[in-house]
T-cell receptor, first 114, second 115 residues
């Protein structure tokens, strides 16, 4: 069974700081990778996704993520965070062979201080 | 705008009283999902419909059922809600693109409170 680990449960940054949120997955086959964001009181929104090709993926709102197959990682990055980035961030994995089971990590709560 | 709509946004029910949550979509996606998300936890898949085919997760309690009368609508029925069923219930949709290359789009969720 596939699993997803997000090592940082809560990250607190000041505005303009750089962000990197870790995501590691366990699955030996082909995977499709996602980052979702959940702003306070709002629904899950897709930030970015990786299916194949360039392992550096750019998403919305200045976010990007890098797929490193050898490390089973898909870390999320942003060079300069804003107060409005305060939210919960979920990494998720969908294996090509799964019965559509999108497996989520436990989430990272990001708090950006003004 | 094409979207996933969930009604109601908040639902209060009594212990043991059946409750139905609804989801509709204007994306014309052929796959629809129901997730349960408890406070500070990741969403957990309960089941999904691939077209009309129902797929239940192995650990989904029998208390949870689902119906999909047509492409646009999907319902979550909780036959006898317990206090432990209080959670946010998320509906999601996707279009089968082969090889698992599907992006799931989520609705705003229905927060269920069981008294």
């Amino acid at each position: 069974a596939q699993s997803v680990s997000q090592h940082n449960h809560h990250v607190i940054l000041s505005e303009a700081a750089s962000l990197e949120l870790g995501c590691n997955y366990s699955y030996g086959g082909t995977v499709n990778l996602f980052w979702y964001v959940q702003y306070p009181g709002q629904h899950l929104q897709l930030l970015l996704k990786y299916f194949s090709g360039d392992p550096l993926v750019k998403g919305i709102k200045g976010f990007e993520a890098e797929f490193i197959k050898s490390k089973f990682s898909f870390n999320l990055r942003k060079p300069s965070v804003q107060w409005s980035d305060t939210a919960e961030y979920f990494c998720a994995v969908l294996s090509s062979g799964s019965a559509r089971q999108l497996t989520f990590g436990s989430g990272t709560q990001l708090t950006v201080l003004p | 705008d094409a979207m996933v709509i969930q009604n109601p946004r908040y639902q209060v029910t009594q212990f043991g009283k059946p409750v139905t949550l609804s989801c509709s979509q204007t994306l014309n996606h052929n796959v629809m999902y129901w997730y349960q998300q408890k406070s500070s936890q990741a969403p957990k898949l309960l089941f999904h419909y691939y077209d009309k085919d129902f797929n239940n997760e192995a650990d989904t309690p029998d208390n949870f059922q689902s119906r999909r009368p047509n492409t646009s609508f999907c319902f979550l029925d909780i036959r006898s809600p317990g206090l432990g069923d209080a959670a946010m219930y998320l509906c999601a949709t996707s279009r089968d693109a082969g090889q698992g290359r599907e992006t799931q789009y989520f609705g705003p969720g229905t927060r269920l409170l069981v008294l």
